[in-house]
């Protein structure tokens, strides 16, 4: 991930519930599930609520997904469902899709101002 202007590339972070199923056996190991279930969370998330950028290279169309998640992230994996063949699980993901350059300058004017108005009011409590 590219460094971003003055930390506002990202903002507005905020709680997602993910849920899905692992297709998996019910004998294999849960740490090998765990990290399928993240991983099938954050591939959901992306897609759902991050930032989308099309490049293009030697003909090839390149779709990429682009957001910020901040760890730990919480997993409630429950026991293997014969019906559906895996693992249910619900992931809470604390996550902020990424801005545009062009948005960062208005990000940065709105937080000063946030933080300006709060200072105004620390100061008459």
């Keep these: ?15 997602f519930p993910i849920s899905g199923i692992i297709q998996a056996l019910p004998q ?13 969370a954050f591939i959901q998330l992306l897609e759902q609520k991050g930032l989308k950028s099309v490049t293009t290279v030697n003909y090839d169309t390149i779709i990429s997904y682009e957001g910020c998640v901040q760890v730990p992230v ?8 014969n019906k559906n063949k895996g693992f249910p699980y619900t992931a809470r993901v604390f996550f902020s899709p990424l801005s545009f350059p062009d948005q960062w300058e208005s990000l940065r004017r709105r937080f000063k101002i946030k933080e300006l108005i709060e200072n105004f009011f620390l100061f008459f409590k």
């Design 28 to 40: 294999e190991a849960a740490h090998i599930i765990e990290v399928k279930a993240k991983q099938n």
């Design 1 to 15: 991930m590219v460094p971003a202007h003055q930390d506002f590339r990202a903002a507005n972070f905020s709680y």
């Design 74 to 81: 919480t997993l409630f994996i429950s026991p293997y469902d």
